[in-house]
């Protein structure tokens, strides 16, 4: 595994690894990664892929910035574009004020104030506009007064009436409707949707009705302001940003640019990195035969739980919304054996292990004796309570044989995989005189749109594959989907009892560490009692990084991903 940037660095000066230049304002050398996918967008309301929010994060500043801890272990937050620290107005943290730093710009050099990001949260909750990102600060527990209100079109709220003020001092101030902690205040304002946009593109690239603009759309409709600027976009094959010379944390950085090349072949890309054409890419099952024990694979762990998404308000097809039924699928799968097929770890829980309780302890959600009590044995695998459980919701729908379609990624192989094991497994457990398992491959997009969906239609889909990572310092957040009244719902899940014990959460006082846990415990286990859906395991990767670069951290980092902006070319 690398060793930490710092220390790597000392000792690379030490041997004249690099040029003098390493010191200067414009860094040493290009850093070459790949994308299987293009990006989508560069703007930071509507944007899709989590390769376009990575290369966002690149040629976006927001408020805060996320960087590795000393010594390459863990992280922290930093002032970014603010001065200092939130500071909280109020008594309980209802209101909390952020100033900018004075002198700041953006990459063309004009100045970059509160007003920008006051414009921008403006922008990101414009109810024409009806931008994909505008309930992202919602996940992070920031619930601005009245943005989701005017975000919906209520006629009786303006702007003036969010709780978004721009003061004297170039401070932004924005009032809450629920208290929160300055640590997710700073937290929140780490993310990619809070990335400034530049209001003279933003506005110029508006539609006559204010409906859309075409702002992010080329490189010549965006405006960058993070630690890098972006150089050139060529849709389909390339995108790239080189050091942007006004950006305030100057000393966090050291590589000169970045460049991305578009190549949706893992195959390929391969081949390319063998040849030094790319500086990094992922490995499939057979190259780690090839590759073996290589010190340069670093190996990956997602954040979030894949999971099986039971719609349990079908109209066509009632027994999904048999908690009997749903709950003999949980049962009535081997996660070992499905965490073989897809590389994973098998998990039988919604909130994994990346999600922390006690930030100054870092201790997980998971390791918390609340976190444990509820989980089953043997990884949730007890096919005589599945098969007794298929029976009784057989009987209580006037049904002999249950049937429930699985739609899966189109090119994703081990989603593919997965899904054609658990046709198998569950017909040969059940039997196929009482079950059957049909499959259908969809591009991913239209998945997540069809699962969405069911609020306009109750059979937009039986089951579908979800797989979400919400804010790693709040366990709860991991739920919120879940709740009735969330936003962008791609779970048909309903539950006046979740709901209820979800909102005690949000209600709790943010230092009540003990009593969120408890309550956390409580809405987890309320899910896995009711299991719309089926949680199966965590996504594992690996990828393999040349010897000249130098990564930021000792071990993956959930938060920091790949760390790839505080990265090191050793040339």
């Known amino acids: 595994m690398k060793k930490a940037?710092?220390?790597?660095?000392?000792?690379?000066?030490?041997?004249g690894l690099f040029p003098a230049a390493m010191?200067?304002?414009?860094?040493?050398?290009?850093?070459?990664?790949?994308?299987?996918?293009?990006?989508?967008?560069?703007?930071p309301h509507y944007y899709k892929f989590s390769t376009t929010r990575t290369f966002l994060q690149m040629i976006g500043g927001a408020l805060y910035r996320i960087v590795p801890g000393e010594d390459g272990e863990g992280y922290r937050i930093v002032c970014e574009y603010a001065e200092s620290d939130p500071v909280?107005?109020?008594?309980?943290?209802?209101?909390?004020?952020?100033?900018?730093?004075?002198?700041?710009?953006?990459?063309?050099?004009?100045?970059?104030?509160?007003?920008?990001?006051?414009?921008?949260?403006?922008?990101?909750?414009?109810?024409?506009?009806?931008?994909?990102?505008?309930?992202?600060?919602e996940e992070s527990n920031i619930y601005i007064k009245n943005a989701s209100l005017y975000f919906a079109g209520d006629a009786s709220v303006t702007w003036e009436d969010v709780g978004v003020k721009v003061l004297e001092n170039n401070t932004l101030e924005i009032t809450l409707e629920k208290p929160v902690s300055m640590g997710e205040v700073k937290y929140c304002f780490t993310g990619s949707t809070t990335i400034p946009v530049y209001k003279p593109l933003y506005d110029g690239g508006m539609n006559a009705d204010g409906t859309e603009t075409n702002y992010g759309t080329s490189a010549e409709r965006f405006m960058s302001s993070g630690p890098f600027m972006l150089s050139s976009w060529t849709t389909g094959t390339e995108y790239s940003c080189v050091r942007n010379p006004y950006y305030p944390l100057q000393d966090y950085i050291s590589l000169a640019g970045v460049s991305y090349t578009v190549v949706p072949d893992s195959g390929t890309a391969v081949q390319l990195f063998e040849t030094g054409s790319l500086d990094t890419t992922s490995l499939s099952t057979g190259d780690l035969e090839k590759y073996g024990d290589d010190p340069r694979i670093v190996i990956v762990k997602t954040a979030a739980a894949a999971c099986v998404g039971i719609n349990c308000i079908s109209t066509d097809n009632p027994i999904l919304g048999n908690v009997k039924f749903r709950q003999a699928l949980y049962y009535g799968v081997n996660r070992e054996e499905v965490a073989k097929i897809a590389n994973a770890t098998p998990v039988t829980y919604f909130i994994t292990e990346e999600y922390i309780s006690d930030i100054d302890q870092g201790i997980s959600f998971r390791d918390t004796p609340e976190g444990k009590s509820y989980l089953p044995e043997n990884n949730g695998y007890d096919?005589?309570?599945?098969?007794?459980?298929?029976?009784?919701?057989?009987?209580?729908?006037g049904q002999t044989?249950?049937?429930?379609?699985?739609?899966?990624?189109?090119?994703?192989?081990?989603?593919?995989?997965?899904?054609?094991?658990?046709?198998?497994?569950?017909?040969?457990?059940?039997?196929?005189?009482?079950?059957?398992?049909?499959l259908q491959a969809v591009p991913s997009s239209q998945l997540s749109e069809q699962l969405r969906d069911?609020?306009?239609?109750?059979?937009?889909?039986?089951?579908?594959?979800?797989?979400?990572?919400?804010?790693?310092?709040?366990?709860?957040?991991?739920?919120?989907?879940?709740?009735?009244?969330a936003n962008r719902k791609k779970i048909s899940y309903y539950s006046d009892e979740f709901t209820s014990v979800y909102k005690e959460i949000t209600n709790l006082p943010v230092d009540d560490l003990q009593g969120r846990?408890?309550?956390?415990?409580?809405?987890?286990?309320?899910?896995?009692?009711?299991?719309?859906?089926?949680?199966?395991?965590?996504?594992?990767?690996?990828?393999?990084?040349?010897?000249?670069?130098?990564?930021?951290?000792?071990?993956?980092?959930?938060?920091?991903?790949?760390?790839?902006?505080?990265?090191?070319?050793?040339e």
């Open 5 to 15: 940037l710092s220390l790597l660095l000392a000792l690379a000066l030490l041997l």
């Open 23 to 43: 010191a200067d304002e414009l860094g040493s050398g290009t850093l070459k990664l790949v994308a299987s996918d293009d990006l989508d967008t560069l703007s």
């Open 88 to 137: 909280k107005v109020d008594e309980d943290g209802y209101v909390w004020q952020m100033k900018v730093k004075d002198g700041m710009q953006w990459a063309n050099g004009e100045p970059l104030t509160a007003e920008d990001f006051a414009y921008s949260l403006q922008m990101l909750f414009d109810p024409k506009l009806v931008n994909r990102r505008a309930t992202v600060l």
């Open 383 to 397: 096919p005589e309570k599945a098969k007794a459980l298929m029976d009784e919701a057989l009987a209580e729908m």
């Open 401 to 438: 044989k249950a049937t429930i379609q699985l739609i899966y990624q189109d090119g994703s192989n081990s989603r593919k995989a997965v899904s054609e094991y658990l046709q198998n497994a569950y017909t040969q457990l059940f039997g196929a005189d009482k079950f059957e398992m049909t």
């Open 454 to 485: 069911h609020v306009n239609n109750p059979n937009s889909f039986e089951a579908g594959w979800i797989a979400s990572k919400y804010n790693l310092l709040d366990p709860s957040s991991a739920l919120l989907e879940w709740s009735a009244d």
């Open 517 to 570: 846990i408890e309550k956390t415990a409580e809405a987890e286990a309320i899910l896995l009692r009711d299991a719309p859906m089926i949680p199966l395991y965590q996504d594992i990767s690996y990828t393999i990084v040349s010897d000249r670069v130098i990564l930021p951290f000792n071990t993956y980092n959930s938060v920091l991903e790949m760390g790839w902006i505080f990265a090191a070319i050793a």
